[in-house]
């Protein structure tokens, strides 16, 4: 394990030489080592805060994904943004983070934004995300939504609770997705409204 370590040493050492010609935009090698989970995380979003959190926990012998629900709720509930929408997409980035040891694009890529909408008089939470959510896998992925849940309940949000059209638009898209996609499982039309009558977020 030396060796590894003392050859990437060497090769950060003969990349930051080469950026200090000044032939590059930065005259620093910008990815830093890490070699545990909160490590990684804490230099995936440039915050040491948050990995002495998360070593703090699994060093208490807490699982990653109990670990994950536990950080993002502290981020929420230390409002660790700038504002309310900063600091809910900061808690679930940082959830899919750690379930997913952050070795994957899904936290940084796979949500675009995370932000507090209002609809006839409730705040509610919203996720937008993109297509490298696929990195994190299906479970992980649907784990974000539950932390983003909780984040919404640490930040005092109602729950999200779509109208007809929002309804009739997912039976519609899911629809035409399923003509041009094999879908592991094809819910029924029934099965789709429940679930989205039900989305807290």
Do not use: C
């Not at 997409?89 to 040891?101: K, S």
């Not at 934004?113 to 919203?126: D, I, M, N, W």
């Amino acid at each position: 394990m030396m060796y590894i370590e003392d050859k990437v040493e060497e090769i950060i050492q003969v990349a930051r030489a080469a950026r200090r010609t000044g032939k590059d935009v930065s005259e620093d090698v910008e990815i830093k080592k890490a070699n545990s989970l909160s490590e990684r995380v804490s230099a995936l979003f440039g915050n040491e805060d948050i990995g002495k959190r998360i070593s703090f926990w699994l060093e208490k012998g807490m699982d990653k994904h109990t670990t994950a629900f536990k950080v993002a709720g502290e981020i929420a509930s230390n409002m660790m943004g700038r504002d309310i929408n900063e600091t809910a997409e900061l808690a679930v980035r940082v959830g899919l983070a750690i379930i997913t040891d952050a070795v994957v694009s899904a936290p940084v890529e796979g949500i675009s934004k995370v932000v507090v909408k209002k609809a006839g008089g409730r705040s509610y939470l919203s996720v937008y995300y993109n297509g490298p959510i696929r990195t994190a896998g299906g479970t992980e992925g649907a784990i974000s939504v539950l932390i983003a849940d909780y984040v919404r309940q640490k930040l005092g949000l109602q729950e999200f609770k779509p109208g007809k059209e929002i309804v009739s638009r997912y039976l519609e898209e899911v629809e035409l997705y399923r003509r041009y996609a094999h879908l592991q499982y094809n819910a029924s039309g029934e099965e789709i409204k429940k679930v989205v009558e039900n989305l807290p977020v």
